[in-house]
């Protein structure tokens, strides 16, 4: 499949985020010892033409290392998403990113907005102080796919390659095609300007989930404590115990959700799993997700605990959030 761009003048939005597209170190020559988030969107831009038919628009919605991202700025970047996308000649939406919580953000943009035009998210492996910057040929290949009129959902777009934010891992510390979808694998890639599609785009759904882009920011600071804890060899319920202590004692942020990084499919230290259950008999809302990078976990008629299915435990957590949201409303 080759999906044609649309003929009439549209636009496209490029929200910034910061990330290492936007970092900056004191030589070309190195790669790592920068500072993300430095550059701002609008010069991200600079050198980078439009296709023919098409205009960028740039705003900067945050400037922050990824690595600190939080529930906030999602809502805040969901809001802009929504903004723009029903503008009736924006064609889809590209936000820069850093690569480190990429996934987190584009499966909470995915499970918000489910949009049926294309939010694109994209990113660096390298600063744009480098000899040799990865970040402007993946802006360009991004906003080809934000560009393409058939596109719809939220997908990752890195090194040519096209994900969807429901499989979508960074799974490389330093390589500049650092992401990869496990068993689903890519939507497509985009060669020279052209989407070549391998499989559908990300669903879309109308309305989307509006609630949180209505919420006041007394309600998003508000977003509930769903913490992460991983099973492995030796693992005990200690953390669970004092999580639950601190909950007992009236904290003002009390744990609400606990995701567990399960072992295989979906296995858990009889030591952490007992302490989960207790937390689950408190009315903490827990599940399991695997520690694996491929598959899904397969239920079994004896499961105490609820399991998320394919989700990795970052997403886990955040459509565990969403859930709790919901349940609060
Ligand atoms: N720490 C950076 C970030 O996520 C890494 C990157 O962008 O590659 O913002």
């Known amino acids: 499949m080759v999906d044609s761009l649309s003929s009439s003048l549209r636009r496209v939005v490029v929200l910034g985020t910061g990330g290492t597209i936007a970092g900056r170190a004191a030589s070309g020559g190195d790669n790592i010892g920068y500072t993300a988030g430095q550059v701002g969107v609008a010069d991200l831009l600079g050198g980078i033409d439009a296709p023919e038919g098409l205009v ?109 934010a429901m499989d979508v891992q960074k799974v490389h510390t330093y390589r500049q095609d650092a992401f990869a979808s496990g068993d689903a694998g890519p939507v497509g890639y985009v060669e020279e300007g052209a989407v070549r599609r391998l499989r559908d785009w990300p669903r879309s759904q109308a309305g989307g989930n509006s609630r949180i882009l209505e919420a006041d920011e007394k309600a998003i600071a508000l977003s509930p404590r769903v913490e992460i804890l991983t099973s492995h060899a030796g693992a005990s319920g200690a953390i669970v115990d004092l999580l639950l202590q601190e909950r007992a004692a009236g904290c003002a942020d009390p744990m609400r959700g606990l995701v567990l990084a399960a072992t295989g499919n979906g296995t858990v230290h009889h030591a952490l799993e007992a302490a989960a259950l207790r937390a689950q008999d408190a009315g903490v809302a827990v599940l399991r997700a695997t520690r694996c990078t491929s598959g899904r976990i ?24 969403l859930e709790l949201i919901g349940k609060a409303a």
């Not at 990824?66 to 969901?78: H, T, Y």
């Not at 600063?127 to 990752?156: F, K, M, Y």
């Not at 399991?307 to 459509?319: C, D, E, F, Q, S």
């Open 56 to 164: 960028l628009v740039a705003e900067q919605v945050a400037q922050l290392d990824s690595k600190d991202m939080d529930f906030g700025v999602w809502v805040q970047l969901a809001r802009r998403c929504a903004f723009w996308l029903a503008e009736a000649d924006v064609a889809g939406v590209v936000i820069t990113h850093g690569t480190d919580t990429l996934e987190e953000t584009a499966f909470f943009l995915q499970a918000v907005l489910a949009p049926d035009k294309p939010v694109v998210l994209t990113c660096a492996m390298r600063p744009a102080t480098s000899l040799s910057p990865d970040g402007p040929q993946n802006v360009r290949d991004a906003i080809a796919v934000a560009a393409t009129s058939s596109a719809q959902g939220v997908t990752v777009v890195c090194a040519g390659v096209i994900h969807s």
């Open 298 to 321: 397969l239920p079994r008629p004896d499961d105490k605990l609820r399991n998320a299915g394919a989700l990795t435990p970052v997403k886990a957590r955040i459509a565990l959030m």
